[in-house]
């Protein structure tokens, strides 16, 4: 009887051990960071079929340890949930890893030269790109200015018998030679599109510079070229794009990206190479206000999905719907003039009855609006809108949750607006740090000190604040953003740019995580290292919540893990 007994209790013991869940990945011996409120920090972490089993202790996670579970031993090092990108542009990213990088560039000159030997490496009439000159930045003014941009007779000397196309580092400008100007049809008599500028000298000429809306007459004239292209040839192009920018976002710890103004045929793109397991990133697509209208309103409803491809692709919102520009350019759309063009208040792209148009159709549709707007007559015009139509409708707009991209320059009457009205921020702290040399020279110190990139004062006020790069409008690093977001340090100065906005480093880290996760509803699958959701996570090298924020910048991302799997190691 004893022997049976035995025999019995051993058979329970066998069943009982194979009958829990093997882990995947087990993350052990570090400082996992986990922002959910009932377990904070933890030293170990177990996933298992793309999500998170449990975790706690290193004892509570070695019972999921199995034959074939992955270990690693973080060595001390921070993990933390996986970062998401909450403002960039996802095509433009791959794009300008296939053209001439300005970012860096610090003075005209230099620009000139790279295009002077992209030229001559290349044949007549062939198209030459680069983005990410600012000319705030250079540390020599060049000898021909006009309205406050270079002109572009060098380039013409550099390059006369290929087009040049050169796009200001916010994307809200351009320059452009005189060939490129020619293949646009852009003459004397061009008059200025809606919502953009073809800026000329005293004589009339066009200097090369274009502001907004008239960028476009150029990029017309670029796709126009590609469609000598066969279209297996623009195929290839297109994803490679995708592939170099997914593995840029991945190199940097980004497991989440919501994109900004996604065409239709981006959109299936994306789709397509999810559903094949290529696109390499978690996908929350925006689709472009230019393809938003009556006529194509069906067609959006039937392409709005949620957590397809194993939760590699969501499209249900339409941004960015660009009411204004951007500062750099002084076509951020301003309540008074600048303080350095005293008859310029900016520029309104998009007409605020067309943005009414699109955010009906977005009602309707069940899609979430996210409005650009940096200056404060932009944002005012904005909130004005989003507010009139939650009352028309009787919507929610905490449940909505339309966002405002950047939300950078608001008026003091505005700021408690956001909470009281449901209205998520979008900002990116970058551009804060980035952009703080010229703010005083356009704005002035009232309206930079009482609502220059106002991050605490929403977060305290109950708001929703999320946090980016803008990219390739800046690096796609979270760090650089994430420092700037518990400093202001003034990029290359030991300056701090209105200090009182700092958040801290907590309040930071979820800025660029669960924050994220709301702005683009998934709160219950990511954000947070969570039993149950997605096990998406960044491991760094060293702890930001608690080194020296002189040393934050310095950090690396050392593994970058989607679904459970290793898809990023640092060297």
């Not at 001439?100 to 003075?107: P, S, V």
């Not at 393809?291 to 069906?298: D, F, K, L, M, Y």
């Not at 990511?526 to 090298?541: C, E, I, N, Y």
Request: aromatic share 6%.
């Amino acid at each position: 009887m004893s022997l049976r007994f035995a025999c019995l209790a051993l058979a329970l013991l066998l069943i009982g051990c194979s009958s829990g869940p093997t882990a995947d990945l087990v993350l052990e011996n570090g400082t996992i960071v986990t922002l959910d409120d009932d377990q904070s920090e933890a030293e170990a972490l177990a996933a298992a079929d793309g999500e998170i089993l449990a975790v706690g202790s290193a004892a509570d996670v070695d019972s999921y340890v199995g034959d074939s579970t992955r270990v690693v031993d973080l060595e001390g090092r921070l993990a933390v949930p996986g970062f998401i990108e909450g403002h960039g542009h996802f095509m433009g990213m791959g794009q300008a890893q296939m053209q001439l990088d300005l970012m860096d560039t610090t003075i005209w000159d230099e620009i000139v030269a790279m295009v002077d030997s992209a030229a001559d490496a290349s044949e007549p009439g062939t198209w030459i790109e680069g983005r990410g000159w600012h000319q705030e930045k250079w540390s020599a003014t060049p000898e021909r200015m006009v309205d406050g941009f270079q002109t572009n007779e060098r380039l013409n000397e550099a390059a006369p018998e290929n087009p040049v196309f050169l796009t200001h580092a916010s994307g809200h400008a351009a320059i452009a030679n005189d060939a490129a100007l020619e293949a646009a049809g852009v003459g004397p008599d061009t008059p200025d599109p809606d919502g953009g500028t073809i800026v000329r000298d005293a004589q009339g000429r066009a200097t090369g510079i274009l502001l907004e809306t008239a960028e476009g007459l150029v990029q017309d004239a670029i796709e126009e070229s590609r469609q000598s292209m066969s279209t297996e040839e623009q195929r290839v192009r297109r994803e490679k794009q995708v592939r170099l920018a997914a593995e840029e976002a991945l190199a940097n710890g980004i497991t989440s990206f919501q994109d900004q103004g996604a065409s239709f045929g981006t959109i299936e793109l994306y789709r397509e190479m999810a559903e094949n397991g290529d696109l390499g990133i978690r996908m929350y697509a925006m689709v472009s206000q230019s393809e938003v209208s009556p006529e194509t309103q069906e067609q959006l409803a039937d392409l709005r999905t949620v957590g397809a491809a194993d939760h590699h692709l969501t499209v249900r919102s339409i941004g960015e719907v660009t009411v204004d520009g951007a500062l750099g350019s002084r076509s951020a759309w301003m309540l008074e003039p600048y303080n350095d063009a005293p008859d310029d208040t900016g520029i309104n792209v998009t007409s605020m009855d067309r943005v009414r148009e699109i955010a009906e159709i977005g009602l309707e549709e069940d899609y979430q609006i996210a409005v650009h707007a940096i200056g404060d007559r932009a944002n005012r015009e904005t909130l004005d809108l989003y507010e009139s139509l939650f009352e028309e409708h009787d919507a929610d707009g905490e449940a909505l949750r339309w966002r405002v991209e950047h939300a950078q320059h608001l008026h003091p009457d505005d700021i408690p607006r956001f909470s009281d009205l449901g209205v998520m921020a979008s900002m990116q702290a970058i551009h804060a740090c980035s952009d703080a040399p010229y703010n005083y020279k356009r704005l002035g110190a009232g309206r930079v000190e009482g609502g220059a990139y106002p991050w605490k004062t929403l977060w305290d006020d109950g708001a929703v604040v999320g946090n980016g790069t803008d990219v390739p409008v800046e690096k796609i690093d979270p760090l650089a953003s994430y420092h700037c977001t518990v400093t202001r340090q003034v990029s290359g100065t030991d300056t701090a740019f209105t200090p009182d906005e700092t958040l801290t480093r907590r309040q930071a880290l979820k800025s660029y995580t669960i924050a994220n996760a709301r702005m683009a509803f998934t709160e219950e699958e990511k954000g947070t290292l969570t039993p149950g959701k997605l096990a998406d996570v960044t491991v760094l090298s060293d702890n930001i919540l608690e080194i020296p924020a002189d040393q934050i910048r310095d950090t690396q991302v050392d593994l970058t893990i989607l679904g459970g799997e290793v898809v990023y190691k640092g060297e």
